[in-house]
C-alpha cells in the first residue's frame, strides 16, 4: 500500500540501497537519500537516473552530527539504513542515524540488518551479524518502531561471493547436509520487500523473507538446469570441520573480512540462522523471482 509519507534512504549509492530506493519510486513513493560528499563518476550517474525519477538528494555522511542528519531527514517519518562497512558505522553510524531520526520526528527505522536470522545467532558465530545486534541494543531504548528486514542470502551472494559456486572449474561446493534448507533472495526482491514494509503502516517487528528456499542439492540441481552445464557437487566436510576451519583461518589472518563467507555458510549450514516462518504472504504484490531463472541472466558463460 502506497501511503504520502516520504521515506529517508542511506546507502542509495550501494548494491541494496539503490534498488530500495528505486522500488519506492516505482510504487510513486516520496523518497530523499542521504548521500555523501564528493560522490562521483558511475554512482553520480546512477543517482541522476533516480533523480530523474523523483529521488530527493540531500548530502551528508553517517558521522554528521545529529542535528545535522536530523535537517537532512526532515519531514520523512521512515529512515532505511542500507550502509555497509565496520562497527563505526553499522554500530556508532546507525546509533547516530537512529537519535537523528528521534531528534527530526521520524517514526520508524529499518536498520541495516538484510541477513539471515540475526535474531538466532550468538557473539562470535559472525562478526558482521554481531555488530547489528550490538546495534539494537544500543539504540534499544528508542521510541522509533524499529523494522527489521531480513531475507537470507541474496542470490547474487551464493552464486558469486560465498566462494560455493567455482564457474571455471565447474563445482558447487558446500560443507555440512547438502539436504538442510537454507533461506535466499535476490537483491531485486529484497528491495521489493522492504519497500512493501517501508510502505505499510502496520509493519513491526522483524520481517522475515525468502525469494526461495533451497537445499545445496537443489541449489546445485537448479544451477545445473539454469545453465545447461553439468557441474559436480563436492562436499567440503561437516558443519563441526567447517567450524574448525573458521577457527584456523581466524588463527592465521587479522582481517576476518577474509573468512565471514565462511561464517555466513557455517550459520546456514547448521540452520541455526534458519527463518522459522516467512513474511511473504503479507506483500503478494512482491512475487520474488527463481534462483534458477536469476542463475539464468547472471552465471557466467561457460
Ligand atoms: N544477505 C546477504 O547476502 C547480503 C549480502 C550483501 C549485503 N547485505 C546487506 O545489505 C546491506 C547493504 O549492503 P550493500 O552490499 O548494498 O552495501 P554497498 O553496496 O557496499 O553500499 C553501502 C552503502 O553505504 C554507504 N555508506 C558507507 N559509509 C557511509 C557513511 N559513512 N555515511 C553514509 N553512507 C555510507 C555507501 O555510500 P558511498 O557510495 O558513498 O560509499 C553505500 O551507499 C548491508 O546490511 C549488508 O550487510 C546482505
Redesign the pocket.
Known amino acids: 500500500m502506497t501511503t504520502a509519507s516520504k521515506t529517508f534512504v ?9 534498488q530500495i530506493a528505486s522500488a519506492l519510486l516505482d510504487q510513486g513513493a516520496p523518497v530523499r537519500a ?3 560528499p ?2 562521483k563518476g558511475d ?1 553520480r550517474a546512477a543517482l541522476a537516473a533516480l533523480e530523474a525519477r523523483g529521488l530527493e538528494l540531500v548530502e ?4 554528521d552530527p545529529p542535528q545535522k542528519l536530523a535537517a537532512a531527514i526532515g519531514d520523512a517519518t521512515t529512515v532505511i ?5 565496520g562497527p563505526e ?2 554500530v556508532d ?1 546507525q546509533v547516530t542515524l537512529v537519535r537523528a531520526a528521534e531528534r527530526g520526528g521520524a517514526r520508524r527505522f529499518i ?6 536470522d540475526i535474531t538466532k545467532l550468538e557473539d562470535g558465530d559472525n562478526f ?1 551479524i554481531d555488530w ?1 545486534r550490538q546495534a539494537a541494543t544500543a539504540y534499544g531504548d528508542t521510541s522509533l518502531d524499529v523494522i527489521s528486514v531480513l ?4 542470490y ?3 552464486i558469486g ?2 566462494g560455493i559456486v567455482d564457474w571455471e572449474a565447474g563445482t558447487v561446493a558446500h560443507w555440512g547436509d547438502a539436504d538442510q534448507p537454507l533461506d ?2 535476490s ?1 531485486a526482491d ?1 528491495a521489493a520487500f522492504t519497500a512493501a514494509v517501508a510502505l505499510d503502516p502496520q509493519a513491526k517487528g522483524t520481517q522475515r523473507f525468502a525469494g526461495e528456499v533451497l537445499s545445496m542439492r537443489r541449489f546445485h540441481q537448479a544451477l545445473e538446469r539454469a545453465t545447461g552445464r553439468s557441474l559436480a557437487l563436492k562436499r567440503l566436510g561437516t558443519a563441526d570441520e567447517l567450524r574448525a576451519e573458521i577457527t584456523r583461518r581466524a588463527g592465521l589472518t587479522q582481517n576476518p573480512f577474509e573468512y565471514v563467507g565462511l561464517q ?1 555458510q557455517w550459520c546456514m549450514v547448521t540452520g541455526k540462522a534458519k527463518f522459522d516462518s516467512l513474511d511473504n504472504d503479507k506483500y503478494p504484490q512482491v512475487k520474488p523471482g527463481s534462483l534458477e531463472d536469476f542463475a539464468r541472466e547472471a552465471a557466467p558463460e561457460a
Open positions: 542511506v546507502g542509495a549509492t550501494g548494491l541494496l540501497g539503490s542521504l548521500v555523501r564528493g560522490t554512482k551528508g555522511d553517517i558521522p539504513s542500507a550502509v555497509q562497512g558505522l553499522i553510524g536498520p541495516s540488518d538484510f541477513a539471515i558482521m547489528r531475507n537470507g542470502a541474496f547474487e551472494v551464493m561471493f560465498m535466499m533472495t537483491v529484497t555466513y
